[in-house]
Structures are given as C-alpha cells and as structure tokens.
C-alpha cells in the first residue's frame, strides 16, 4: 500500500532528486516528469514520464496525484525571455496539470523572486517582491501564474541558498578551499540565509501535507524556508574551510574585477550562444548586500523548523563529495 501518489518536476535535479527519494522511502507512488529530450537518470525506484511542461502532456502523469511538486526551471539563461519560458509558462502549465488533476500544487521557487535582505533589514514574506535578477524576476512571474487559476489549490515554498549532497554551485567553494585559498566578493559580514537540502525536503513534504489535508494555513501561501541562524559570508567561507580539513587565504574580490567579469560574460554568451557562468544579471545578485530571509511564518503556521545546523550540513556534503569522486 502506497502513502500516495506523488508528481515531481525536475526529479533529475539536485533538490528534486533528494525529494524523490525521500518520497519514495516514504512509501509513495513517485512519478518524476522528465523532458523528453533529457537522458538524465532517475532514483531506482522513481517511475519516469517523458513529457514537456505542458499541461496536456502532463495529464497522464498527474492522474489520480495527490500532490505535484514544480521544482523543474532555469536557474541559468541568456536572456530575461528565456528565463520566463521555462519558469513562469513552465509553472503555469505544471500548475494547470495539477489542478485539472485534483492535486495540491506546491511551486518551488526562491529567495531571488523576493530580492534581497540583511541582518538589519530580514526580507519577510510581508515585503514587496524586488527581485534584482532575471532569474528572480521569471521565479516571481512563476508564483503570479498561478493567481489566476481558478480551483487551484497550492502554496508557494521560496528557498534560499541550497546546499547539499549533489550540488554543483557549492561546489566551487568546496574545490577552492581545498587549495587553500577562496576569493571573497564583498564585505566577509555580508550575510546569508541557508538551507540544507533535507531540509527543503522536509519542508516540501510537511507544506504537501497539510495542503492535502485542506489545511487553510498552507493554501495560496508564501513560505521561505532556511535555516533561522544567517550566516556571515567570512563565516561560510571558514566552515567550508572546516569541513574540507584545510586552512584557507580569503581573498577578497573587488566588485569593480567582478563587473568586468560579468561585461565579458556577456561578450561570451552573444559568441557561444550559451549562457554565461556570470553576467551582468548574475552580477547583480553577488553585488547586492545580502540574502537574509525570515523563517517565522511557517513554524507559526504548520510548526516547521530547519533540523540541520551549517556546520554539520557543510561537513556531510564534503563527505558526499569525496565519495562520488567530485572533490579529492
């Protein structure tokens, strides 16, 4: 007997697989929407649906769910335009499948959508949106599509910076600490709301329930989630320093160096016609002055917490990564 029968977008990717797992020793029927075109591999165990993020495609997929997690998206484009293809029309038609199918709809979108917060000025769920990125500005449009489906029953989960066993953009500083030096950008007391990847998992998995459930406190809400202790960019870089068993030299980045980065980034992309690693949208994300998010809203509404303190989340993904051989 399954828990349930759950739909996941985005089930190759670095949250997406983590949650299909989860569900999955959970005891529920998972079925992970994949795009056709994609040879990524799956969980074992995780049924696979070949489908674009179209509404009718997704159908079969979505019939009989009881919840569809949107996790598939951009989190790297050239252009605003394609940005809003995949993350704003993308959210729309996964959140049509879902409510033709009868199922609660839980979007995963991000802190970028709201913009950013500092220690003195926590960016709540109550502020205007003010994304300063592209990838925010089609994240935000992804949540506003779903305002104007009638009968949809949802809520909205924005992470922040995510780490964890499988990701590749922690990585860098992983790999930078262990030769023994890591560049800074900006001020070391620039501060940051963090989350481990079980942690989003869980969150994903307690707002599911009480949305099932018909539990007002989830329905057509915002929650951000993260851990409620931010974390200093100096501090970050040493507890990466920490795990990796290494001393470290921070060097700290002018942002004048990382703008003239960002205009070559740009140059790159018109050349390669592919996106570049930083541009000037990119830029404007690592420039501004921190990314602090409060967490209180959804301990207050269905009591949930982050379980997984920074240094113990950071000593566990360098252990995942010497394992599978991506840090040595």
């Not at 009989?64 to 704003?88: I, M, P, S």
Request: proline share 5%; with cysteine.
């Amino acid at each position: 007997m399954t828990a349930g029968v759950a739909v996941v977008t985005g089930g190759t990717g670095f949250i997406g697989w983590a949650l299909c797992e989860a569900l999955r020793d959970a005891g529920w029927d998972v079925r992970a929407v994949v795009r056709p075109a994609s040879s990524n591999p799956l969980p074992d165990g995780v049924r696979r649906w070949d489908a674009p993020l179209d509404a009718a495609a997704m159908a079969s997929a979505c019939q009989g769910a009881d919840v569809v997690y949107h996790l598939a998206g951009l989190t790297r484009a050239r252009t605003l335009e394609d940005f809003l293809r995949v993350n704003a029309e993308g959210a729309r038609q996964a959140a049509h499948a879902s409510r033709d199918a009868r199922a609660f709809f839980v979007l995963v979108s991000s802190q970028a959508a709201a913009g950013p917060g500092t220690v003195a000025q926590v960016r709540t769920e109550e502020h205007a949106p003010a994304p300063v990125s592209d990838y925010g500005r089609s994240k935000l449009e992804g949540e506003r599509a779903l305002l104007g489906i009638e009968g949809l029953r949802y809520s909205i989960v924005r992470p922040p910076g995510v780490y964890g066993r499988r990701d590749k953009d922690f990585l860098a500083l992983f790999t930078a600490a262990r030769f023994g030096v890591m560049p800074r950008l900006g001020s070391a007391a620039k501060a940051y709301t963090l989350v481990h990847v079980d942690d989003v998992v869980a969150s994903l998995r307690a707002v599911a329930t009480a949305g099932i459930a018909a539990d007002s406190a989830v329905q057509a809400e915002t929650f951000f989630i993260g851990h409620p202790t931010p974390v200093t960019q100096g501090q970050l870089l040493a507890q990466v320093a920490a795990a990796v068993g290494r001393r470290v030299l921070q060097v700290p980045l002018p942002l004048p160096i990382l703008r003239l980065l960002a205009e070559l980034g740009e140059v790159q992309a018109v050349v390669t016609g592919r996106p570049a690693l930083l541009n000037r949208s990119r830029f404007r994300e690592l420039a501004a002055p921190g990314f602090v998010c409060s967490v209180d809203k959804i301990a207050a509404a269905i009591d949930w917490r982050a379980a997984v303190e920074i240094g113990n989340g950071l000593a566990d993904t360098a252990r995942w990564y010497r394992e599978a051989g991506w840090l040595k």
